[in-house]
């Protein structure tokens, strides 16, 4: 746009004066479909997300923030530049948003403006706690060393998740279900049970500690005879 002044003199003399005008005009743009919003399980690092759309009239730059509740951001240390995409380098463990500030700079002034904002939910990550019940009462919790004789019947009960997977060293010998109870009598000596606890979601899991076997040692059986010989 132009504004023009025209200053006339009683004398009729007059002077032109125009001054022209130009937006600095930017707009934010939107993450994309892929990047909007994502599901982690908490200590990971997120993807990266990528913003387009954006327009500016002068030369661009952008700044990344982030945010716990959509409202309050802060930037990112150390994102700024020409960069379109975040790529975190770091594990997070409350869901985050995240926005970019597209910033253009013409004749020395810069405007900026905020994308809407991609959010990263966080899932916790089960705690797998496992314990072992031999038949007749002895019950222990993992990490431990159990003590059974051969062939004797070990119950192993997990909790923590929403689903269970129990292993005898790398083999599956309960496929994952909502079980949470896993009974044998198969266990061999130096055997070591473990089970995998996924969350509601599935996406996250962890593993328990372990329940070493080992046998008990065999009786030591004395014959003897009061028969006269």
């Known amino acids: 746009d132009e504004v023009t002044v025209i200053v006339t003199t009683p004398a009729g003399c007059s002077e ?123 019950t222990v919790t993992a990490p431990v060393t159990l003590t059974i004789c051969p062939g004797e019947e070990v119950t192993f009960t997990g909790s923590g998740g929403t689903t269970y997977e129990f292993l005898v060293g790398p083999t599956v010998v309960q496929a994952r279900s909502a079980s949470n109870t896993y009974v044998t009598t198969a266990l061999l000596n130096n055997d070591v049970v473990t089970m995998n606890v996924y969350s509601a979601t599935g996406s996250c899991t962890a593993v328990s500690n372990p329940v070493t076997i080992t046998y008990a040692g065999n009786p030591a059986v ?4 009061d028969a006269p010989a």
């Open 222 to 225: 004395t014959l003897s005879s």
């Open 16 to 138: 032109t004066v125009t001054l022209t005008m130009v937006e600095n005009g930017v707009s934010g743009g939107t993450p994309t479909a892929a990047t909007a919003s994502t599901t982690i399980c908490s200590g990971a690092v997120p993807a990266s997300i990528t913003v387009t759309g954006s327009t500016v009239s002068g030369t661009v730059s952008y700044r990344w923030q982030e945010s716990p509740d959509n409202i309050t951001f802060t930037n990112i240390t150390g994102i700024l530049g020409s960069s379109a995409t975040l790529t975190p380098t770091t594990g997070i463990t409350t869901t985050t948003y995240y926005r970019r500030l597209t910033i253009s700079t013409l004749n020395g002034v810069a405007c900026e403006e905020a994308s809407t904002s991609a959010i990263v939910n966080v899932t916790p990550v089960p705690t797998g706690n496992l314990q072992a019940v031999i038949a007749g009462g002895t």
